[in-house]
């Protein structure tokens, strides 16, 4: 929500168009999750195709609603929807996405899917650089950052998504050194499978950053620029990284 119009992230508003007019709003734009009915519509739907079972992976439940309105629309459909709490965000969330699809692709169970998905989310690792506090703190999302703002305005935050929660890692002065300590924690990462740079509007960090690190996948890293919705809570600038390690 934005100057009290609504859009739907990724189909109304472009990346490109939501950071252009940022730093200009009056106030600091919202986020809702969708309705159970939206998720109901998209059920039925794909019921409707002839899938049989669907297996539906949502972001963190301690970060979003979204999941329980998933879990109220799956009601209607009794076994044949299962949900999923991928305790991540982004491409955390994504690559047990893509792990959960290969397995499905294989004709396995959903029991069989869901435990791919399971270890994937065992294994998957996000961390991050927020460029600037004052998003962050105005989500509310993270209650630890809403004591001690004075000094922390002034520094880039490190943080780790962990057991579904956004903690801190460190606290570094400038940009430079806090996307340096990005790459020194990706170097501890045992056989990476998959890997992400994040970014928010910060493509050429990004790109940078995925240069340093090509050596420790054997496929080339993925770059991604978040989603409207994340971007509203981390604010521009800010890079990460998702990574699934090998088990």
């Known amino acids: 929500m934005m100057e009290g119009r609504t859009y739907l992230d990724g189909r109304e508003l472009t990346r490109e168009e ?18 159970p009915a939206s998720f109901e519509a998209v059920y039925r739907k794909l ?83 927020i460029n600037t506090l004052e998003y962050l703190r105005r989500s509310g999302r993270v209650s630890w950052l809403r004591a001690g703002m004075g000094d922390l305005l002034k520094i880039k935050l490190l943080v780790r998504v962990r057991d579904g929660v956004v903690e801190p890692l460190n606290r570094i002065r400038t940009r430079q050194k806090a996307l340096e300590y990005l790459a020194e924690w990706a170097s501890h990462w045992d056989s990476i499978e998959r890997l992400a740079v994040l970014h928010a509007n910060a493509i050429e ?43």
């Open 47 to 129: 019921i409707d195709q002839g899938y049989g079972r669907i297996f539906s992976l949502h972001i963190s439940s301690k970060l979003s609603g979204m999941i329980n309105a998933a879990a109220q629309a799956a009601k209607q459909f009794g076994n044949r929807v299962q949900i999923f709490d991928s305790g991540q965000v982004s491409l955390g969330l994504g690559f047990q996405v893509i792990e959960a699809g290969l397995a499905a692709a294989q004709g396995l169970s959903l029991e069989a899917v869901r435990e791919y998905a399971r270890q994937a989310r065992e294994r998957t690792q996000v961390v991050a650089m």
């Open 18 to 35: 939501f950071y252009r007019r940022l730093p200009g709003l009056s106030s600091p734009p919202t986020t809702a999750a969708p309705s």
């Open 205 to 247: 960090d990004a790109r940078t950053l995925a240069d340093q690190l090509r050596s420790l996948c054997a496929s080339a890293p993925l770059i991604v620029d978040v989603t409207t919705i994340i971007g509203v809570h981390v604010g521009p600038g800010a890079v990460g990284l998702a990574a699934l390690p090998g088990s």
